[in-house]
């Protein structure tokens, strides 16, 4: 039986970065004085790093609830966002995992990713995932966490996978993505949203538009908790002013093959990352 020690804890950001979402750390396990300061910097970090990416986020508040199971090899072996309220980001990090892993360990990022978009129905899973699993490899690439080189091998490695396993998780790239956890089809699902976004990416780029910098303003403008599919991109299409989002995803939602992305698509990723700069400004 797990043993739940109710330790709060109140994380205060440095002021100026996310002011206007306050984080509330809940050690939901034992952590000694020292492990906790380090996991709270640590979660200071990954929202500063996320806010420097994608900006202001539409909540005002949010719970991160941290477990340390003692029976893992894994840094952050899980974490998931519950919707609340109170809007909750759940991770479980090891309880003997060395405080360096855990910094270069990407579940909290791929996390706060997902609070930028809305919580989609399931058929449209692979939206959300492509999404949060694209922006956790940028932000860390911004963080200075992976270089140029890891990013572009962390994604085509990504990529080969989701290949791969579209083989086996046959049918339309909708259906599956329903059924993604019954089927375990997860490989195919998150690096088919991959591929949407790295495409959409590279379109954008022609109108020397970013990714980011229209999430920021989605958030900014026009965030809803929960959403379609299709109301989210459409204001996403709105705030671009160009019909790239809604292209492609009526040529994605059906597919039954894995998109083909070559290594020019990637490499312009991080072309456009680093001559545009992040979302901020720098
Ligand atoms: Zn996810």
Redesign the pocket.
Known sequence: MRIYVAIIVLAFLTPGTSADTHWQLNFESYASDERQQQLQAWVNTAVDNTHNQLGALHYKHVDVSISQPVFTTEAVPWGEIKRGPPVQVVLEIGRFADIKRIRKDWTIY??LA?LYMPYLPAEDRWL??GF??LMQNYTMLHAGIYNREQFEHRLQAGLTRGKADTRIQQGPLSEVSATMWQRQAYQRVYWSGVGYFIEVENELARHKLRLSDIIVRYNHCCFRPRSSAKEFISALDGIAKTPVFSNLYSRYRLRRDFPTINHAQIARLTISEVNLGAATGQ
């Open positions: 791929h996390e997902h959300s995932e949060a699993t």
